[in-house]
């Protein structure tokens, strides 16, 4: 089977008025779930949330969001109530709007991003309950601590890689450090080694995209990732990750067809340590992907361009559930 990479984009005619960018419509053609999918989509992809949606996003205590800074590099950063730890934050006035009650952690690149008419990437999870929502969002003002959203497209996922963990409070506070490095050490090879979670931001621009629907379909996006401990292997500072089957949405993966980079966020869940690489991408696809573990379809390596510790930057933990 030809893979996306074989196609010239030229030869390629996107469908207009889609809820997928020419990135994704464009691995859906080729991996041969196109139409099932762009069906699917116009099904469950909506532009406003539905009542349960706001619901959820209303009982949250933190928040994924995906964004790009002023050089173009994507970062997923984690959004909390820092004044009540681990309370909800999030209001939703209507079905196309959100309003978030918190600011960035000191130095976290989403300070800057987060202005008007820059697009961020939503992600709304529970790891308890496995449960997780997603919205493509545009910035429509940001006043003190307080950061307005319209919303764009809103759509559910299914609990698939989730690992379950409580939340809980820390029972000591401790100063928020920033490290910032352009290598992976012993400390953040560990971490990516042991992890069995993680989040990915990526984007698409409108230049790169085709739709002749009011309705953006481009912008920034964050995922969920999940597998066994150790399902990422490290070399060097690259990472190489399988992609597990999922809903064929390719929403990540259609982003690195036509931007090729990605911000990766990793979580001490145990310690309250936050983990923030930006860096550039490229897929494998076939039979010599190296995507060797059980279930993998394809992989891609992750090139670690630079990143951020934020130590104790959480102020609550987690526990692993069986």
């Not at 209001?91 to 202005?115: C, G, K, N, V, Y």
């Not at 012993?186 to 984007?203: C, G, K, M, W, Y």
């Not at 979580?267 to 696809?285: A, R």
Request: glycine letters at 6%.
């Amino acid at each position: 089977m030809a893979t996306p990479e074989d196609l010239p984009a030229a030869s390629f005619l996107p469908t207009p008025d889609s809820p997928f960018h020419r990135g994704e419509q464009l691995i859906q053609q080729r991996l041969g779930v196109r139409d099932k999918i762009e069906h699917l989509g116009n099904r469950v992809i909506r532009k406003y949330m539905p009542d349960q949606h706001r619901d959820f996003y209303r009982k949250l205590p933190f928040l994924l969001v995906g964004h790009v800074d002023s050089k173009g590099w994507p970062w997923a950063s984690l959004l909390c109530n820092h004044e009540q730890p681990g309370e909800p934050f999030i209001e939703s006035p209507t079905d196309q709007q959100l309003i978030l009650q918190a600011a960035p952690f000191p130095e976290d690149p989403l300070a800057q991003s987060a202005q008007v008419n820059h697009q961020l990437g939503l992600l709304g999870i529970d790891l308890h309950s496995r449960r997780r929502n997603r919205a493509s969002t545009t910035v429509e003002a940001v006043s003190g601590t307080a950061i307005a959203l319209r919303v764009n497209q809103a759509y559910g996922n299914c609990p698939q890689y989730i690992q379950k963990r409580t939340l809980h409070q820390r029972t000591q506070k401790k100063s928020l450090v920033r490290e910032t490095f352009s290598a992976f050490d012993q400390e953040v090879t560990r971490l990516i080694r042991h992890a069995d979670t993680f989040f990915v931001a990526s984007s698409a621009d409108s230049d790169d995209t085709y739709t002749s629907t009011s309705q953006p379909v481009w912008g920034a996006d964050v995922s969920h990732r999940g597998g066994p401990p150790g399902f990422i292997a490290v070399e060097d500072s690259k990472c190489h990750i399988p992609d597990f089957p999922g809903n064929n949405y390719f929403n990540t993966l259609g982003n690195f067809v036509v931007n090729p980079k990605a911000g990766l966020l990793f979580i001490d869940f145990e310690q309250g340590h936050l983990l923030m690489l930006t860096g550039n991408v490229k897929i494998h696809w076939g039979p010599d992907s190296g995507a060797d573990l059980e279930h993998s379809e394809r992989c891609w390596t992750f090139k670690l361009d630079h990143g951020m510790w934020l130590h104790n930057a959480l102020p609550f933990l987690w526990r692993r559930e069986d």
